[in-house]
Protein backbone atom coordinates (compact mmCIF):
# COMPACT_ATOMS: atom_id res chain seq x y z
CA UNK A 1 0.00 0.00 0.00
CA UNK A 2 1.07 3.62 -0.89
CA UNK A 3 2.21 5.62 1.78
CA UNK A 4 2.03 9.71 1.99
CA UNK A 5 4.74 11.81 2.97
CA UNK A 6 4.36 12.19 6.83
CA UNK A 7 5.80 14.93 7.03
CA UNK A 8 3.87 17.15 5.18
CA UNK A 9 0.78 15.94 7.38
CA UNK A 10 2.87 17.41 10.50
CA UNK A 11 2.16 21.09 8.77
CA UNK A 12 -0.44 22.88 11.04
CA UNK A 13 -3.02 24.20 8.73
CA UNK A 14 -2.31 27.65 7.30
CA UNK A 15 -5.06 29.92 8.51
CA UNK A 16 -3.75 33.14 7.96
CA UNK A 17 -4.90 34.17 4.42
CA UNK A 18 -7.98 31.71 4.15
CA UNK A 19 -9.01 33.60 7.86
CA UNK A 20 -8.50 36.68 6.81
CA UNK A 21 -10.81 36.00 3.37
CA UNK A 22 -13.67 34.56 5.39
CA UNK A 23 -13.75 37.11 7.97
CA UNK A 24 -13.58 39.70 5.05
CA UNK A 25 -16.73 38.31 3.26
CA UNK A 26 -18.98 37.73 6.57
CA UNK A 27 -18.78 41.23 7.30
CA UNK A 28 -18.92 42.35 3.58
CA UNK A 29 -22.39 39.83 3.41
CA UNK A 30 -23.42 41.83 6.70
CA UNK A 31 -22.40 45.11 5.72
CA UNK A 32 -22.87 45.27 2.02
CA UNK A 33 -22.98 48.90 2.03
CA UNK A 34 -19.40 49.31 4.01
CA UNK A 35 -16.18 49.85 1.44
CA UNK A 36 -13.94 47.66 2.58
CA UNK A 37 -10.15 48.64 1.90
CA UNK A 38 -7.71 45.90 1.93
CA UNK A 39 -4.11 46.97 3.34
CA UNK A 40 -3.46 43.44 3.91
CA UNK A 41 -2.30 42.00 0.30
CA UNK A 42 1.71 41.46 0.12
CA UNK A 43 0.55 41.61 -4.04
CA UNK A 44 1.28 44.73 -6.16
CA UNK A 45 -1.61 46.50 -7.89
CA UNK A 46 0.86 48.61 -10.39
CA UNK A 47 0.86 47.26 -13.97
CA UNK A 48 4.11 46.42 -15.44
CA UNK A 49 6.06 49.54 -16.80
CA UNK A 50 5.87 50.09 -20.69
CA UNK A 51 9.65 49.13 -21.28
CA UNK A 52 8.47 45.53 -19.76
CA UNK A 53 5.60 45.81 -21.81
CA UNK A 54 7.31 46.13 -24.88
CA UNK A 55 9.70 43.79 -24.92
CA UNK A 56 7.10 40.80 -24.06
CA UNK A 57 5.76 41.72 -27.28
CA UNK A 58 8.56 41.66 -29.19
CA UNK A 59 9.51 38.31 -27.90
CA UNK A 60 6.00 37.25 -28.22
CA UNK A 61 6.50 37.77 -32.07
CA UNK A 62 9.59 36.38 -31.97
CA UNK A 63 7.66 33.43 -31.32
CA UNK A 64 5.83 33.19 -34.13
CA UNK A 65 8.49 32.68 -36.94
CA UNK A 66 10.90 29.50 -36.82
CA UNK A 67 14.02 31.85 -37.30
CA UNK A 68 13.26 33.22 -34.10
CA UNK A 69 11.32 31.09 -31.97
CA UNK A 70 12.39 29.70 -28.86
CA UNK A 71 12.12 26.40 -27.33
CA UNK A 72 13.32 25.02 -23.80
CA UNK A 73 15.42 27.39 -22.27
CA UNK A 74 19.45 27.23 -20.82
CA UNK A 75 17.96 25.09 -17.62
CA UNK A 76 20.02 28.14 -15.78
CA UNK A 77 19.14 31.13 -17.57
CA UNK A 78 19.62 32.86 -20.57
CA UNK A 79 23.13 34.56 -20.67
CA UNK A 80 21.62 37.93 -21.81
CA UNK A 81 19.74 38.02 -18.32
CA UNK A 82 22.34 36.33 -16.17
CA UNK A 83 24.93 39.17 -17.47
CA UNK A 84 22.92 41.90 -16.96
CA UNK A 85 21.75 40.88 -13.64
CA UNK A 86 25.44 40.12 -12.36
CA UNK A 87 26.67 43.75 -14.04
CA UNK A 88 23.94 46.21 -12.46
CA UNK A 89 22.74 43.99 -9.43
CA UNK A 90 26.42 43.23 -8.34
CA UNK A 91 28.76 43.97 -9.75
CA UNK A 92 27.86 48.21 -10.12
CA UNK A 93 27.88 48.01 -6.14
CA UNK A 94 30.85 46.37 -5.94
CA UNK A 95 29.96 42.80 -5.53
CA UNK A 96 32.46 40.44 -7.03
CA UNK A 97 29.28 37.85 -8.69
CA UNK A 98 29.55 36.42 -11.87
CA UNK A 99 27.26 35.66 -14.36
CA UNK A 100 27.89 32.00 -14.06
CA UNK A 101 27.24 32.43 -10.40
CA UNK A 102 23.55 33.04 -11.06
CA UNK A 103 20.77 30.85 -11.78
CA UNK A 104 17.67 31.85 -12.86
CA UNK A 105 14.20 31.07 -11.84
CA UNK A 106 10.35 30.99 -11.83
CA UNK A 107 10.84 33.34 -8.53
CA UNK A 108 11.66 33.57 -5.09
CA UNK A 109 8.95 31.73 -3.29
CA UNK A 110 9.89 28.24 -5.46
CA UNK A 111 13.61 29.34 -4.88
CA UNK A 112 13.46 29.58 -1.30
CA UNK A 113 11.26 26.37 -0.63
CA UNK A 114 13.60 24.22 -2.76
CA UNK A 115 17.25 25.71 -1.93
CA UNK A 116 16.63 23.12 1.02
CA UNK A 117 16.96 19.96 -0.71
CA UNK A 118 21.00 20.23 -1.64
CA UNK A 119 21.53 20.17 2.08
CA UNK A 120 21.88 17.32 4.60
CA UNK A 121 18.78 16.26 6.13
CA UNK A 122 19.89 16.80 9.78
CA UNK A 123 21.10 20.55 8.79
CA UNK A 124 19.64 22.72 11.92
CA UNK A 125 17.71 25.59 10.74
CA UNK A 126 17.55 29.10 12.04
CA UNK A 127 15.06 31.53 11.34
CA UNK A 128 13.62 34.59 12.44
CA UNK A 129 10.38 35.18 14.51
CA UNK A 130 7.83 36.67 12.62
CA UNK A 131 8.97 35.08 9.43
CA UNK A 132 7.96 34.79 5.44
CA UNK A 133 6.48 31.34 6.30
CA UNK A 134 8.08 29.35 3.08
CA UNK A 135 11.43 28.91 4.98
CA UNK A 136 9.69 27.16 8.08
CA UNK A 137 7.32 25.09 5.81
CA UNK A 138 9.61 23.84 3.24
CA UNK A 139 11.74 22.46 5.91
CA UNK A 140 9.16 20.50 7.72
CA UNK A 141 7.99 19.21 4.26
CA UNK A 142 11.64 18.26 4.41
CA UNK A 143 11.32 16.53 7.59
CA UNK A 144 14.14 18.56 8.92
CA UNK A 145 12.11 20.50 12.02
CA UNK A 146 11.24 17.93 14.88
CA UNK A 147 7.95 18.09 15.96
CA UNK A 148 5.11 21.19 16.76
CA UNK A 149 3.73 22.80 19.82
CA UNK A 150 0.55 23.80 19.28
CA UNK A 151 0.48 25.40 21.97
CA UNK A 152 4.09 27.81 21.53
CA UNK A 153 3.29 27.20 17.75
CA UNK A 154 7.27 26.36 17.62
CA UNK A 155 9.38 23.56 16.33
CA UNK A 156 11.45 21.28 18.51
CA UNK A 157 14.05 21.33 15.83
CA UNK A 158 14.17 25.01 14.78
CA UNK A 159 16.34 27.79 16.48
CA UNK A 160 14.32 30.69 16.58
CA UNK A 161 15.98 34.65 16.52
CA UNK A 162 13.02 36.56 17.78
CA UNK A 163 12.70 39.95 16.06
CA UNK A 164 11.11 42.51 18.72
CA UNK A 165 10.86 45.96 19.90
CA UNK A 166 13.95 45.49 21.81
CA UNK A 167 16.42 44.60 18.86
CA UNK A 168 14.79 46.89 17.07
CA UNK A 169 13.89 43.81 14.91
CA UNK A 170 16.72 42.49 14.12
CA UNK A 171 17.75 39.06 15.03
CA UNK A 172 20.83 38.60 16.94
CA UNK A 173 23.54 35.85 16.87
CA UNK A 174 21.70 32.66 18.21
CA UNK A 175 23.05 30.73 21.05
CA UNK A 176 23.19 27.63 19.41
CA UNK A 177 24.87 26.45 16.26
CA UNK A 178 22.63 26.43 13.21
CA UNK A 179 23.98 24.81 9.83
CA UNK A 180 21.68 27.18 7.67
CA UNK A 181 20.36 30.70 8.68
CA UNK A 182 17.62 32.46 6.74
CA UNK A 183 17.89 36.08 6.90
CA UNK A 184 15.14 38.74 4.52
CA UNK A 185 15.87 42.49 4.64
CA UNK A 186 14.48 44.61 4.01
CA UNK A 187 12.05 42.19 5.94
CA UNK A 188 8.78 41.15 5.52
CA UNK A 189 6.82 41.33 7.22
CA UNK A 190 8.53 43.99 9.76
CA UNK A 191 10.06 46.17 7.10
CA UNK A 192 12.84 46.37 9.14
CA UNK A 193 16.49 46.32 7.63
CA UNK A 194 19.87 45.22 8.64
CA UNK A 195 22.76 48.05 8.36
CA UNK A 196 26.00 46.94 6.60
CA UNK A 197 28.15 46.25 9.64
CA UNK A 198 25.59 44.34 11.45
CA UNK A 199 25.15 41.64 8.34
CA UNK A 200 28.91 41.78 8.31
CA UNK A 201 28.94 40.19 11.44
CA UNK A 202 26.34 37.57 10.79
CA UNK A 203 28.94 37.00 7.42
CA UNK A 204 31.79 36.55 9.70
CA UNK A 205 29.83 34.07 12.24
CA UNK A 206 28.69 32.33 9.51
CA UNK A 207 32.00 31.70 8.38
CA UNK A 208 33.65 31.25 11.74
CA UNK A 209 30.66 28.13 12.83
CA UNK A 210 30.48 26.90 8.33
CA UNK A 211 27.04 27.89 8.71
CA UNK A 212 25.44 28.96 5.12
CA UNK A 213 23.50 32.29 5.05
CA UNK A 214 20.50 32.21 2.52
CA UNK A 215 19.85 35.69 2.04
CA UNK A 216 16.83 36.74 0.80
CA UNK A 217 17.02 40.24 -0.91
CA UNK A 218 13.14 40.77 -2.38
CA UNK A 219 12.40 43.59 -1.02
CA UNK A 220 16.15 45.38 -2.09
CA UNK A 221 14.63 47.90 -4.81
CA UNK A 222 12.93 49.57 -1.56
CA UNK A 223 16.13 50.77 -0.26
CA UNK A 224 16.83 54.60 0.44
CA UNK A 225 18.86 54.69 3.28
CA UNK A 226 22.65 55.11 2.04
CA UNK A 227 24.14 52.35 5.19
CA UNK A 228 21.80 49.51 4.38
CA UNK A 229 23.09 46.80 2.10
CA UNK A 230 21.24 46.16 -1.12
CA UNK A 231 22.95 42.50 -1.21
CA UNK A 232 24.69 40.24 1.13
CA UNK A 233 27.22 40.26 -1.20
CA UNK A 234 28.40 43.57 -0.48
CA UNK A 235 30.06 42.17 3.11
CA UNK A 236 33.73 40.90 2.78
CA UNK A 237 33.39 37.26 2.80
CA UNK A 238 30.54 36.27 1.64
CA UNK A 239 31.33 34.48 -0.75
CA UNK A 240 32.50 31.66 1.28
CA UNK A 241 29.27 31.20 3.17
CA UNK A 242 26.00 32.89 1.68
CA UNK A 243 23.55 32.10 -1.25
CA UNK A 244 20.95 34.90 -2.28
CA UNK A 245 17.72 34.89 -3.21
CA UNK A 246 16.13 37.59 -6.01
CA UNK A 247 13.44 38.33 -7.55
CA UNK A 248 11.43 40.43 -9.71
CA UNK A 249 7.95 40.32 -8.33
CA UNK A 250 8.18 43.40 -5.77
CA UNK A 251 10.49 45.67 -7.75
CA UNK A 252 9.17 45.02 -11.06
CA UNK A 253 5.31 43.90 -10.42
CA UNK A 254 6.40 40.34 -11.47
CA UNK A 255 4.46 38.90 -9.13
CA UNK A 256 1.80 37.03 -11.94
CA UNK A 257 5.03 37.25 -14.72
CA UNK A 258 7.09 35.16 -12.03
CA UNK A 259 11.00 35.79 -12.67
CA UNK A 260 13.95 35.53 -9.86
CA UNK A 261 17.16 33.98 -9.47
CA UNK A 262 19.67 32.74 -6.71
CA UNK A 263 23.10 33.49 -6.65
CA UNK A 264 26.00 30.65 -5.40
CA UNK A 265 29.79 31.84 -5.99
CA UNK A 266 31.97 28.81 -6.58
CA UNK A 267 33.70 29.88 -3.22
CA UNK A 268 30.85 28.32 -1.61
CA UNK A 269 31.86 24.77 -0.88
CA UNK A 270 32.55 22.21 1.84
CA UNK A 271 34.60 18.75 2.42
CA UNK A 272 32.33 16.05 1.57
CA UNK A 273 32.20 12.16 0.38
CA UNK A 274 32.10 11.43 -2.75
CA UNK A 275 32.74 8.80 -5.02
CA UNK A 276 36.41 9.98 -5.46
CA UNK A 277 36.71 10.48 -2.02
CA UNK A 278 37.09 13.09 0.66
CA UNK A 279 36.96 16.54 -1.06
CA UNK A 280 35.76 19.97 -1.17
CA UNK A 281 32.65 19.77 -3.30
CA UNK A 282 30.69 23.65 -4.83
CA UNK A 283 27.34 23.82 -3.34
CA UNK A 284 27.08 25.74 -6.77
CA UNK A 285 27.36 22.30 -8.52
CA UNK A 286 24.26 20.76 -6.72
CA UNK A 287 22.23 23.58 -7.35
CA UNK A 288 23.10 23.62 -11.08
CA UNK A 289 22.21 19.50 -10.95
CA UNK A 290 19.59 20.44 -9.15
CA UNK A 291 18.06 22.96 -11.91
CA UNK A 292 18.61 20.27 -14.74
CA UNK A 293 16.92 17.71 -13.18
CA UNK A 294 14.15 19.35 -12.04
CA UNK A 295 13.74 22.92 -14.11
CA UNK A 296 13.57 23.22 -17.49
CA UNK A 297 14.12 27.05 -17.28
CA UNK A 298 12.31 30.20 -17.36
CA UNK A 299 10.31 31.28 -20.28
CA UNK A 300 12.15 33.05 -22.89
CA UNK A 301 9.73 35.45 -23.19
CA UNK A 302 9.66 36.39 -19.53
CA UNK A 303 13.41 36.36 -19.15
CA UNK A 304 13.39 39.08 -22.39
CA UNK A 305 10.65 41.13 -19.87
CA UNK A 306 13.59 40.81 -17.13
CA UNK A 307 16.41 41.52 -19.56
CA UNK A 308 14.24 45.23 -19.87
CA UNK A 309 14.19 45.87 -16.26
CA UNK A 310 17.71 47.06 -16.32
CA UNK A 311 17.49 49.13 -19.66
CA UNK A 312 17.75 53.28 -18.74
CA UNK A 313 14.27 53.60 -19.34
CA UNK A 314 13.04 50.31 -17.27
CA UNK A 315 14.77 51.24 -14.54
CA UNK A 316 13.49 54.79 -14.68
CA UNK A 317 10.13 53.14 -14.55
CA UNK A 318 10.79 50.79 -11.95
CA UNK A 319 11.82 53.24 -9.95
CA UNK A 320 8.44 55.11 -10.25
CA UNK A 321 6.90 52.41 -9.39
CA UNK A 322 8.83 51.95 -6.07
CA UNK A 323 8.21 55.50 -5.56
CA UNK A 324 4.41 55.58 -5.77
CA UNK A 325 4.68 52.69 -2.75
CA UNK A 326 6.75 53.92 -0.62
CA UNK A 327 4.30 57.32 -0.80
CA UNK A 328 1.49 55.23 0.30
CA UNK A 329 4.34 53.77 2.95
CA UNK A 330 5.19 57.47 4.45
CA UNK A 331 1.30 58.05 4.30
CA UNK A 332 0.85 55.22 6.49
CA UNK A 333 3.73 55.36 8.89
CA UNK A 334 3.16 59.33 9.28
CA UNK A 335 -0.79 58.96 9.67
CA UNK A 336 -0.47 56.15 11.92
CA UNK A 337 2.50 58.38 14.26
CA UNK A 338 0.33 61.30 14.16
CA UNK A 339 -2.86 58.47 15.50
CA UNK A 340 -0.75 57.99 18.31
CA UNK A 341 0.02 54.14 17.37
CA UNK A 342 4.19 52.72 17.79
CA UNK A 343 5.21 51.64 14.53
CA UNK A 344 8.35 50.71 12.58
CA UNK A 345 8.86 49.48 9.23
CA UNK A 346 7.67 51.75 6.05
CA UNK A 347 10.98 53.45 5.07
CA UNK A 348 13.21 51.41 3.22
CA UNK A 349 10.22 48.66 2.51
CA UNK A 350 6.53 48.76 1.47
CA UNK A 351 5.68 47.38 4.92
CA UNK A 352 4.45 49.12 7.89
CA UNK A 353 4.48 46.79 11.39
CA UNK A 354 2.52 48.46 14.12
CA UNK A 355 1.72 47.28 17.74
CA UNK A 356 -1.86 46.93 18.47
CA UNK A 357 -3.08 49.56 21.12
CA UNK A 358 -4.72 48.09 24.58
CA UNK A 359 -2.61 45.01 24.17
CA UNK A 360 -5.29 44.36 22.14
CA UNK A 361 -4.21 40.58 20.04
CA UNK A 362 -3.32 40.29 16.50
CA UNK A 363 -6.79 39.08 15.66
CA UNK A 364 -8.96 41.23 17.89
CA UNK A 365 -7.06 44.39 16.31
CA UNK A 366 -8.00 42.73 12.85
CA UNK A 367 -11.66 42.79 13.79
CA UNK A 368 -12.08 46.08 15.75
CA UNK A 369 -9.82 48.05 12.66
CA UNK A 370 -12.16 46.07 9.67
CA UNK A 371 -15.67 46.83 12.12
CA UNK A 372 -14.59 50.25 13.42
CA UNK A 373 -12.54 51.45 10.42
CA UNK A 374 -13.50 48.88 7.34
CA UNK A 375 -9.77 48.29 6.61
CA UNK A 376 -8.03 44.92 6.40
CA UNK A 377 -4.53 44.41 7.41
CA UNK A 378 -3.08 41.13 8.34
CA UNK A 379 -2.19 40.13 11.71
CA UNK A 380 1.03 39.87 12.84
CA UNK A 381 0.67 36.54 14.93
CA UNK A 382 0.43 34.55 11.92
CA UNK A 383 3.90 34.93 10.77
CA UNK A 384 5.12 33.98 14.12
CA UNK A 385 4.90 33.99 17.91
CA UNK A 386 6.95 36.87 18.39
CA UNK A 387 4.42 38.48 16.30
CA UNK A 388 1.50 38.68 18.57
CA UNK A 389 0.42 42.04 19.70
CA UNK A 390 1.73 43.30 15.82
CA UNK A 391 -0.30 44.04 12.93
CA UNK A 392 1.16 44.26 9.13
CA UNK A 393 0.03 46.88 6.72
CA UNK A 394 1.24 47.28 3.13
CA UNK A 395 2.09 49.88 0.72
CA UNK A 396 0.78 48.14 -2.27
CA UNK A 397 -2.68 49.36 -2.79
CA UNK A 398 -3.24 52.73 -5.06
CA UNK A 399 -2.63 56.28 -3.12
CA UNK A 400 -6.58 56.79 -3.22
CA UNK A 401 -7.00 53.91 -1.11
CA UNK A 402 -4.37 54.38 1.27
CA UNK A 403 -5.13 57.81 2.07
CA UNK A 404 -8.50 56.50 2.87
CA UNK A 405 -7.77 54.05 4.84
CA UNK A 406 -5.19 56.14 6.84
CA UNK A 407 -7.64 58.45 7.39
CA UNK A 408 -10.37 56.11 8.18
CA UNK A 409 -7.81 54.75 11.28
CA UNK A 410 -6.80 58.69 12.10
CA UNK A 411 -10.96 58.95 12.96
CA UNK A 412 -11.15 56.42 15.92
C1 LIG B 1 7.14 38.37 -2.09
C2 LIG B 1 8.30 37.70 -1.50
C3 LIG B 1 9.17 36.96 -2.29
C4 LIG B 1 9.00 36.93 -3.78
O1 LIG B 1 8.53 35.75 -4.23
P1 LIG B 1 8.34 35.49 -5.79
O2 LIG B 1 8.17 34.02 -5.82
O3 LIG B 1 9.60 35.93 -6.49
O4 LIG B 1 7.14 36.25 -6.25
C5 LIG B 1 10.26 36.34 -1.69
N1 LIG B 1 10.50 36.48 -0.38
C6 LIG B 1 9.71 37.22 0.40
C7 LIG B 1 10.05 37.39 1.82
C8 LIG B 1 8.58 37.84 -0.13
O5 LIG B 1 7.78 38.56 0.66
Redesign the pocket.
Known amino acids: MFKLNEDYLKLPGSYLFSNIAKKVSAYQAEHPEKEIIRLGI ?1 DVTQPLCPAVIDALHKAVDEMASAETFHGYAPDLGYEFLRSAMAQNDFQARGCDIAADEIFISD ?4 D ?1 ANIQEIFDKNCKIAVCDPV ?1 PVYVDSNVMAGRTGEYNFDTEVWSNVIYMPCTAENGFAPELPAEIPDLIYL ?1 FPN ?1 PTGATISKEKLQEWVDYANKVGAVIIY ?1 A ?1 YEAYISDSDVPHSVFECEGARTCAIELR ?1 F ?2 NAGF ?1 GTRL ?1 ATVIPHDLKVKTNTYDGYKDVEVHSLWARRHGTKYNGAPYIIQKAGEAVYSAEGQKQIKEQVAYYMKNASYILEGLKEAGYTVSGGKNAPYIWLRTPDNMTSWEFFDYLLDKAGVVGTPGSGFGPSGEHYFRLTAFGSYENTVKAVDRIKAL
Do not use: E, M, R
Open positions: GGAKSSYCNDASSKTG
